[in-house]
């Protein structure tokens, strides 16, 4: 990046964020859903953009009308709560959510919070917003405790709760989740992209007792939609109302809000992929126990694993042997993504030949 560019000075010298791209035999880096999308969602997908082609000329629905009917209808019945669609908003991925969060809640003078190691982007968006941020270090176990909690200042005005949490698959309580809502004067964002990966109660639960909740949810990983961008956000209406302060105008194209129906129709196909990648999930988890490495426990689609004396180096070993997982930065740790079976297969047997020349702590 070019110092003769008259840039903010907070964002002078800033790397961007994004995970290695590598087109290797074997995927496992990024949390992706590993099923390609079925012949019949296809043909649905291909009618529905052909009933919509002869708009796009058009601006598309401005608010996501049936999108957000339909997305209530599917939060409703999963997470067995009552929600109106005026408590669904949509936007392109879950990350446009929170930048629209803190552009609403946050900027200058306000302060984000957020419970560490976790999702990366909390801390870039809150940046990129002139928001100050903190971080307050989890406990050994990855999970945030009454030390966590002490740490938290009452005049935060958000504070980011990612569960199961990315990296590390670990899990927050609904009581935690209460503990820290009636702490802090601002607002709680609790991150719930892999809810569907889980077998614990929504946050959304927690809406009618919790004003200043927000629960931010997304279609790329259950739903096997990385490749389209949906996002949504589940809240009070006035917040959802609030959001439209700073929304684009026509933010959510029609092919996008088009593609998003046509995933909550095959809603019940797509949970017996969750089912087969759970499955995976925990192979991967007794494979990895199995070779002596330690594993933190996970609710998500992937599994955090250590400890190596060279974490890194393991990954390029993998990269090497043709499987790409994460390196997300934490000392000694590394997270893969649970695939298919055939991947799952090829990740522990190409690990198992590198484990035992690599020195693991104890």
Known sequence: MSNELPIRKDLAGRTAYGAPQLNLPVQLNTNENPFPLSDLFMQDLSSAISGIATNLNRYPDRDAISLRAELASYISSSASTAIDPGQVWAANGSNE???????????????????????????????????????????????????????????????????PNNPTGTKTSLQLIKEVHDHIQGIVVVDEAYAEFSEDVSAITLLEQLPRLLVVRTMSKAFALAGVRIGYLVASKDVIDSISLVRLPYHLSALTQAAGLVALKHQSQLAEQVKAIIVQRERIEKGLIHLGLKVAP??????????FADNHEVWRKLADRGVLIRDVGIEKWLRVTAGTEAETTKFLAELSKIVPTSPKET
Not at 113 to 123: I, K, L, R, T, W
């Open 97 to 163: 959510i929170l930048q629209q969060i803190c552009q609403l809640f946050g900027g200058p003078d306000r302060l984000a919070v957020g419970f560490v190691p976790s999702y990366s982007v909390h801390e870039l968006i809150a940046q990129t917003t002139c928001t100050d941020w903190k971080s307050i270090p989890r406990n050994e176990s990855f999970e945030i405790d009454s030390s966590s909690l002490s740490k938290l200042e009452k005049n935060s005005d958000i504070v980011f709760i990612c569960t």
């Open 298 to 307: 996970s609710s998500a689609n992937f599994v955090l694993f250590g400890e």
